[in-house]
């Protein structure tokens, strides 16, 4: 089944212990981002990776990091975690980065984040 | 980032009524997608417009995509309760830093009253 993965899907943490949120996708899909949810705001883009190695950042990239060693992998890491990152998270991935359409993005469950 | 306005913010209906909600944008799109998420899930792609004008259905839903290619409007008829979640306008960046990405509404949230 084509899907989209992030773990864990809860977690609640203390300002400053790092951690990482682990997104996996099955679909070979070149693109991948995440975006967090807040109430009233919408989705925002934290930072994306259009191929293995390329990542730029999105809209609210303060105080995150990504990788993309691999991939169908696409990791978030806060390295100091703060409470105003209390948040909703996705993982999303697309075949390819294009204007074009077809392309549609996938999104994980979420992973739902509380820093004490 | 691109700024997408979306409304209503919520909506509270009866089952059977009809709904409607639009998106409007400072800037040009190519592709807008409507969105919808159900309680502790992501968003799932319920309609693609890509062309200014179009209109389009998915079952009970309708889409179009504004002519001036700065809005957008998602219309559910009948209403039901399964229709309870919150709906997502996005804009789909079509050229330079913004190519690719998705630019999102800020939700509105529809609730069904049996």
């Known amino acids: 089944e084509a899907q989209v993965t992030q773990n864990p899907r809860y977690l609640i943490t203390v300002t400053g212990k790092k951690l990482t949120v682990t997104c996996s996708q099955n679909?070979?899909?070149?693109?991948m981002s995440w975006y967090r949810q807040d109430p009233g705001l919408g989705l925002r883009q934290i930072y994306y990776s259009m191929n293995v190695e390329v990542t730029d950042k999105g809209d609210v990239p303060e105080g995150y990091k990504v990788s993309r060693k691999e991939k169908r992998n696409f990791p978030l890491i806060l390295e100091s975690p703060s409470p105003n990152q209390t948040s909703l998270y996705f993982c999303a991935s697309s075949l390819s980065r294009t204007a074009n359409h077809r392309d549609t993005q996938y999104f994980g469950p979420g992973t739902r984040l509380t820093v004490l | 980032g691109q700024q997408l306005n979306q409304s209503p913010q919520s909506m509270f209906i009866q089952e059977g009524e009809d709904v409607s909600m639009n998106c409007t944008s400072s800037?040009?799109?190519?592709?807008w997608l409507w969105y919808k998420q159900d309680p502790g899930e992501g968003p799932v792609l319920l309609i693609a417009l890509y062309k200014a004008g179009e209109l389009t259905s998915n079952g009970r839903l309708t889409a179009q995509f504004g002519i001036t290619r700065k809005d957008s409007f998602l219309n559910i008829s009948a209403s039901i309760p399964s229709d309870v979640g919150i709906y997502f306008c996005a804009g789909l960046g079509r050229r330079g830093s913004t190519l690719g990405r998705l630019y999102f509404g800020r939700g509105t949230q529809l609730t069904v009253w049996p």
């Open positions: 679909m070979n899909h070149e693109y």
């Open positions: 800037s040009i799109f190519n592709t």
